[in-house]
Nanobody
Framework: QVQLVESGGGLVQAGGSLRLSCAAS????????MGWYRQAPGKERALVAH???????TYDDSVKGRFIISRDNAKNTAFLQMNSLKPEDTAVYYC?????????WGQGTQVTVSS
């Protein structure tokens, strides 16, 4: 079992920055990839960024050049640095960890970007 706890969400003005953290506990040695997803009201949950155990990253086109995903394996924590935030980035952000064959989810953290 893996437990994930997100933090760092909040309210920010357009153009501002936030840094999300995802602390993993439990069977952390089994974790392979980690990612951040988001779900806006009335929309499906969608991938924002993904990082493998080797540090390979992928991003949704809508956040490329603005968001940076990273992980500190020693602290069992993943991060999402969000810069140049836009109102359309408003959503609940969820941390995800893949420990074969299960995907684990955090409880989510709200990010609201005002115009």
């Amino acid at each position: 079992q893996v437990q994930l706890v997100e933090s760092g969400g909040g309210l920010v003005q357009a153009g501002g920055s936030l840094r999300l953290s995802c602390a993993a506990s439990g069977s952390i040695a089994s974790i392979n990839a980690m990612g951040w997803y988001r779900q806006a009201p009335g929309k499906e949950r969608a991938l924002v960024a993904h990082i493998t155990s080797r540090g390979t990253t992928t991003y949704d086109d809508s956040v490329k050049g603005r968001f940076i995903i990273s992980r500190d394996n020693a602290k069992n924590t993943a991060f999402l640095q969000m810069n140049s935030l836009k109102p359309e980035d408003t959503a609940v952000y969820y941390c995800n960890a893949f420990a074969y064959p299960i995907y684990y989810w955090g409880q989510g953290t709200q990010v609201t970007v005002s115009s």
